[in-house]
C-alpha cells in the first residue's frame, strides 16, 4: 500500500549525539514536511520540502536540519541532540497540484535524549 | 494572532454514548478546517476537511460542522466505540500567500466499555 514511511519509530541518542531521522513516501508527492510534538502538544512544522526547494521555519533552531536527496526520501538531521529536542517527530508529505492540500502522516519516531 | 483553540482538552465518555468535541480558530483569512484523528504513539490520520462554503461533512460515525461566521466547527461521534480513544486535532489553514497550518493542541478522548 502507498504510505508514509518512517524509521526507526524508536530512537534513543546520547546528549551531544548527532542523529538521523528517516522518512520514506511511496505516494510521490511533492511535498514533504517535518513536524516535532511534545507531549500533549499539537505538533509543530519545522521545516518543509516543495519538490527541492527547502523551506525553514523562522524558529527552528539551527540545530535541526533536513536533507532531501529525492522525490522518495527525507532526513532530519539534529547536530546536537538536547534534552529539549525529546519529541515525537512526524513526517507528512502532500501534493500540492491535485487540488487538495490533505497531509499524510507517518507514524513518527519517538526520540529521547539521555 | 492565529490561534486555534479546542475544547474540552480531555474527555472520558463510556462505549456508546455520543460526545461533541469544539474547535474554535481566529484564523484569517481563512481557506479550510480539517479535523485528524491521532492515535497514542501513531501520526495523524485526516477525518474530514471543509472549506468556507461547507457547513457539515460525514465521515461514518464522524460528523464536522462549521460556522465560518462564528468561526466555530465541532467534531460529533456518534456511538463512539473503544477504538474512539485518541487525540482529535483541530488545522486550520490559513488563505493568506503562505497558506500556513495552524494545529490545535487537541481533544484527548478516551473511551470506557
Known amino acids: 500500500d502507498a504510505m508514509v514511511i518512517q524509521n526507526p519509530r524508536y530512537q534513543v541518542t546520547q546528549f551531544g549525539k548527532p542523529v538521523t531521522l528517516s522518512c520514506s513516501q511511496t505516494?510521490?508527492?511533492?511535498?514533504m514536511y517535518w513536524y516535532q510534538q511534545k507531549s500533549s502538544q499539537a505538533p509543530k512544522l519545522l521545516f518543509h520540502?516543495?519538490?527541492?526547494?527547502?523551506?525553514n521555519e523562522a524558529d527552528t533552531p539551527d540545530n535541526f536540519q533536513s536533507r532531501r536527496p529525492n522525490t522518495s526520501f527525507c532526513f532530519l538531521d539534529i547536530r546536537s541532540p538536547g534534552l529539549g529536542d525529546a519529541a515525537m517527530y512526524l513526517c507528512?508529505?502532500?501534493?500540492?497540484?491535485?487540488?487538495?492540500?490533505?497531509?499524510?502522516f507517518g507514524p513518527g519516531t519517538r526520540l529521547t535524549v539521555l | 494572532k492565529n490561534q486555534v483553540e479546542q475544547s474540552p482538552q480531555s474527555l472520558i465518555i463510556l462505549e456508546g454514548k455520543n460526545c461533541t468535541l469544539q474547535?474554535?480558530?481566529?484564523?484569517?483569512?481563512?481557506?479550510?478546517l480539517r479535523w485528524y484523528k491521532q492515535d497514542t504513539g501513531r501520526g495523524p490520520v485526516s477525518l474530514t476537511i471543509?472549506?468556507?462554503?461547507?457547513n457539515t461533512k460525514s465521515n461514518g460515525r464522524y460528523t464536522a460542522t462549521l460556522d465560518a461566521d462564528t468561526k466555530q466547527s465541532s467534531l460529533h461521534i456518534t456511538a463512539s466505540q473503544l477504538s474512539d480513544s485518541a487525540s482529535y486535532i483541530c488545522?486550520?489553514?490559513?488563505?493568506?500567500?503562505?497558506?500556513?497550518?495552524?494545529f490545535g493542541k487537541g481533544t484527548k478522548l478516551s473511551v470506557k466499555p
Open positions: 474547535c474554535n480558530y481566529t484564523v484569517s483569512p481563512f481557506s479550510n
Open positions: 520540502y516543495y519538490d527541492k526547494d527547502f523551506n
Open positions: 488545522v486550520v489553514r490559513d488563505g493568506g500567500s503562505q497558506g500556513n497550518l495552524i
Open positions: 505516494l510521490n508527492h511533492n511535498v
Open positions: 471543509m472549506t468556507f462554503s461547507e
Open positions: 507528512a508529505t502532500s501534493h500540492l497540484s491535485l487540488g487538495t492540500d490533505t497531509q499524510y
